[in-house]
């Protein structure tokens, strides 16, 4: 990093003298990134909402290896599915796709009308729906949910890993495709795993429609904003140079790629462009100022160099707190974004320098007189009004503080089916089988841990719970455990002595007493089917069932807590509403410390950049009210982005400040000339950085395009700050502190 102008001197005397081998180094380089990048994985599960070694995923881990199984579900459509004919299919289908090898088991109607005593009685469909009939209604409404649709489950084997999921999908599918079905009946792959996994496949798409319309957007805004320059595109190749090594450092380090984090590589063409064009600028009016190119590129250094370097250090330091998170993908989405920035700014400062010092030296770039244009201009007479009214700051702070007080009122989402593009085939299918149920369900699981979860007292409090809850708590819908399973073995009853419930256990076949508890009887699970809830309502629901958890206390020895995807989600939640103002308060913190660190404890020069910022981060929450959106887990580090990605704009614009001051001009002077001689820099700057965030809306996710509008909305801001609130504020400040400053040296004198 460049912190002293003799570091600068010298770093652009390097650059100077070894433009031919930088650019075969970052040639290399690109190479092997593109090696490396082949390593990125996709990712969509637990893993991305809980660290692997906290003792939350390992519970989780312990009960999805011992108790959930993996399973696709196959949507049947007929006109009668208890017909002949279509459990027939459905009996070809399951002999199809049992002969894969990973697959346990496969269920559906026509595993029962198939039992003992109906085998040779599938012709009659009065004895198909007598059999139903007798059926407890729990286990027939999943089977059958109406006449017109059913339900067959493809139960995966316990050993089979999360990257083979997608191959034996497609072999469900094929199979599928290749039995035939009677007319009028269809039969298509659906389930909450199979939805993920066609996610997955969509974000790829999804990622390369970000990419293109972000160098799309990029070449726009480059060539309005930056005609001054023959080359005006050359940052924009430089700076996917430096987005290809950040996918390298992805796949060297094993960074997946998440609903979250793909959203880093239009930010991060954005943001290289932003700094590209701040050293193509400086190196242009070097080169117009007469000077060689070997003492353009030192000088463009020497000077752009620090103020470029401290904005580096600023969005830097604001992504940092990002990294505070207990979220997994949003901890990876601040960690390539901190890689990323670093990667790009290195590219523009080497590779970029070194091709305009070959090209200069060729005289392959041609001087365009820059003349003031309408945006200088128009900046100029902004900056110069405001502050003449330093009122402005107060309007703002009153915004500001306005938009804290209504935060709390915006809700969450984390649900990642509703991230998805809704007309993705999957979703709908997914949608249509929850409309033929009658309503959708999920899963919240109970898990129990004991010396022996089959002893009386365990199974007790298991039963007397699951009762409590299906009494007391209207989203239940059926509950199942150790506990129901011995009742069944026992004529309906629970068994009331130790011995008859040992004796009831051992009637369960085993199969089923594995879905209750473990084999060494330590871990033992209640399972409720509840109905799928808005987030909101859900998180209400589990809070009330923790509240129930202390109120109806487990014996002693005997543990009991919420598991499965819904803890998950709890944790998840708490942890997105309670972060996000910490991250925002951090980031904030960080760079003020920053700041005076590279100022050497200029209060007002560390302040007033993060002041005017963090006025933006109030005025989002008011943004994101009108807009009535949610906080997903990528907007939660929106407060971080605003801070680490807009300071930038005020940084530039008041080093410009300092600079035209040191030469002699008054205070008010001095803001009128740099903001008429870096205006258009900064415009520019803001233009790239938002036509990266501009190809997030284009996305077909939501929770990337929903960001994107926000973020859009958060730099235009910044960038309205930079010039309206920042001005009247440095000046005051800085007019105030010298004045202090003067008074105290000539006391002191």
């Known amino acids: 990093m460049i912190a002293t102008v003799s570091t600068g001197e010298t770093l652009g005397d390097f650059i100077k003298?070894?433009?031919?081998?930088?650019?075969?180094?970052?040639?290399?380089?690109?190479?092997?990134?593109?090696?490396?990048?082949?390593?990125?994985?996709?990712?969509?599960?637990?893993?991305?909402?809980?660290?692997?070694?906290?003792?939350?995923?390992?519970?989780?881990?312990?009960?999805?290896?011992?108790?959930?199984?993996?399973?696709?579900?196959?949507?049947?459509?007929?006109?009668?599915?208890?017909?002949?004919?279509?459990?027939?299919?459905?009996?070809?289908?399951?002999?199809?796709?049992?002969?894969?090898?990973?697959?346990?088991?496969?269920?559906?109607?026509?595993?029962?009308?198939?039992?003992?005593?109906?085998?040779?009685?599938?012709?009659?469909?009065?004895?198909?729906?007598?059999l139903f009939s007798a059926l407890p209604e729990e286990l027939s409404r999943f089977l059958v949910l109406d006449r017109h649709h059913a339900i067959m489950t493809v139960t995966l084997r316990g050993d089979v890993e999360t990257y083979e999921e997608p191959a034996i999908l497609e072999d469900v599918k094929q199979t599928i495709a290749w039995?035939?079905?009677?007319?009028?009946?269809?039969?298509?792959?659906?389930?909450?795993?199979?939805?993920?996994?066609?996610?997955?496949?969509?974000?790829?798409?999804?990622?390369?429609?970000?990419?293109?319309?972000?160098?799309?957007?990029?070449?726009?805004?480059?060539?309005?904003?930056?005609?001054?320059?023959?080359?005006?595109?050359?940052?924009?190749?430089?700076?996917?140079?430096g987005v290809v090594y950040t996918t390298g450092v992805m796949g060297a380090t094993g960074v997946p790629l998440t609903m979250v984090s793909m959203a880093v590589f239009p930010i991060l063409i954005?943001?290289?462009?932003?700094?590209?064009?701040?050293?193509?600028?400086?190196?242009?009016?070097?080169?117009?100022?007469?000077?060689?190119?070997?003492?353009?590129?030192?000088?463009?250094?020497?000077?752009?160099?620090?103020?470029?370097?401290?904005?580096?250090?600023?969005?830097?330091?604001?992504?940092?707190?990002?990294?505070?998170?207990?979220?997994?993908?949003?901890?990876?989405?601040?960690?390539?974004?901190?890689?990323?920035?670093?990667?790009?700014?290195?590219?523009?400062?080497?590779?970029?320098?070194?091709?305009?010092?070959?090209?200069?030296?060729?005289?392959?770039?041609?001087?365009?007189?820059?003349k003031p244009g309408i945006v200088e201009r128009v900046i100029e007479r902004i900056a110069e009004t405001t502050t003449r009214h330093p009122g402005v700051i107060v309007i703002a702070l009153i915004a500001m503080i306005a938009g804290y007080v209504l935060d709390p009122s915006i809700g969450v989402e984390i649900d990642q089916s509703t991230f998805a593009p809704q007309?993705?085939?999957?979703?709908?299918?997914?949608?249509?089988?929850?409309?033929?149920?009658?309503?959708?369900?999920?899963?919240?699981?109970?898990?129990?841990?004991a010396h022996d979860v089959t002893g009386q007292d365990a199974v007790r409090w298991m039963k007397d719970f699951a009762d409590y809850e299906m009494s007391n708590n209207p989203e239940v819908l059926a509950v199942s455990s150790i506990a129901t399973a011995a009742q069944a073995r026992n004529n309906g009853t629970f068994p009331d002595t130790g011995p008859a419930l040992r004796e009831a256990i051992d009637r369960i076949p085993v199969a089923e007493l594995k879905t209750y508890v473990d084999d060494f009887r330590t871990t033992g699970v209640i399972r409720m089917a509840v109905k799928s809830l808005p987030t909101e309502q859900q998180i209400s629901m589990l809070r009330r069932v923790q509240k129930d958890l202390r109120f109806l206390r487990p014996p002693a020895g005997v543990e009991a807590d919420l598991s499965g995807d819904m803890r998950v989600s709890l944790t998840t939640l708490g942890s997105?509403?309670?972060?996000?103002?910490?991250?925002?308060?951090?980031?904030?913190?960080?760079?003020?410390?920053?700041?005076?660190?590279?100022?050497?404890?200029?209060?007002?020069?560390?302040?007033?950049?993060?002041?005017?910022?963090?006025?933006?981060?109030?005025?989002?929450?008011?943004?994101?009210?009108?807009?009535?959106?949610?906080?997903?887990?990528?907007?939660?580090?929106?407060?971080?982005?605003?801070i680490g990605i807009g300071i930038d704009f005020s940084i530039l614009h008041m080093e410009r400040y300092y600079e035209e001051k040191a030469r002699g001009h008054a205070p008010k002077d001095a803001m009128r000339i740099a903001t008429g001689k870096i205006g258009n820099a900064i415009f520019s700057s803001a233009s790239t950085v938002i036509a990266g965030f501009g190809a997030l809306v284009m996305s077909n996710f939501s929770i990337l395009s929903n960001f994107g509008v926000v973020t859009i909305i958060d730099f235009i801001l910044a960038l309205c700050s930079a010039f309206m609130i920042m001005p009247p504020l440095l000046v005051t400040l800085d007019t105030w502190w010298s004045k202090v400053r003067g008074e105290a040296r000539a006391s002191a004198a």
């Open 270 to 370: 954005g943001l290289g462009v932003e700094y590209a064009i701040q050293f193509q600028n400086r190196m242009m009016e070097e080169l117009r100022a007469g000077r060689s190119p070997g003492d353009a590129v030192a000088m463009t250094v020497k000077h752009i160099g620090p103020a470029v370097t401290y904005s580096v250090t600023t969005t830097c330091l604001g992504f940092a707190s990002i990294l505070m998170t207990p979220v997994p993908m949003v901890y990876d989405f601040g960690l390539m974004c901190l890689i990323g920035v670093i990667a790009c700014f290195l590219t523009a400062l080497f590779l970029l320098l070194s091709i305009l010092h070959f090209l200069a030296r060729h005289g392959n770039i041609k001087m365009i007189e820059q």
């Open 423 to 449: 007309d993705l085939p999957s979703v709908v299918l997914f949608r249509s089988l929850s409309n033929a149920a009658g309503y959708e369900t999920a899963d919240m699981v109970i898990q129990v841990k």
């Open 17 to 130: 003298g070894n433009s031919y081998f930088i650019i075969l180094a970052a040639f290399l380089l690109v190479l092997l990134a593109i090696t490396s990048a082949q390593r990125i994985h996709m990712a969509t599960g637990i893993e991305t909402l809980v660290f692997e070694d906290t003792q939350l995923y390992q519970d989780i881990e312990y009960y999805r290896e011992n108790f959930q199984a993996t399973n696709f579900l196959i949507f049947i459509t007929s006109d009668d599915v208890l017909s002949p004919r279509v459990v027939e299919a459905m009996q070809r289908l399951d002999s199809q796709i049992r002969a894969n090898p990973k697959v346990e088991n496969v269920t559906g109607t026509h595993t029962f009308a198939a039992g003992p005593g109906y085998a040779g009685r599938l012709t009659n469909v009065a004895d198909i729906r007598k």
């Open 576 to 642: 997105l509403t309670s972060d996000r103002l910490t991250m925002t308060l951090g980031s904030g913190l960080l760079v003020f410390i920053g700041l005076l660190i590279i100022y050497r404890g200029n209060w007002v020069r560390a302040a007033v950049p993060v002041i005017a910022v963090v006025i933006v981060t109030g005025l989002s929450c008011i943004v994101m009210i009108l807009l009535h959106m949610k906080y997903t887990p990528l907007s939660v580090t929106l407060g971080a982005l605003t």
């Open 179 to 241: 039995v035939p079905m009677p007319p009028g009946t269809s039969a298509q792959v659906t389930g909450s795993t199979a939805l993920m996994l066609e996610i997955q496949k969509e974000m790829m798409t999804s990622l390369m429609t970000m990419l293109a319309t972000a160098v799309v957007l990029m070449v726009i805004a480059l060539w309005l904003t930056f005609s001054h320059s023959k080359w005006r595109l050359l940052p924009l190749p430089i700076v996917l140079v």
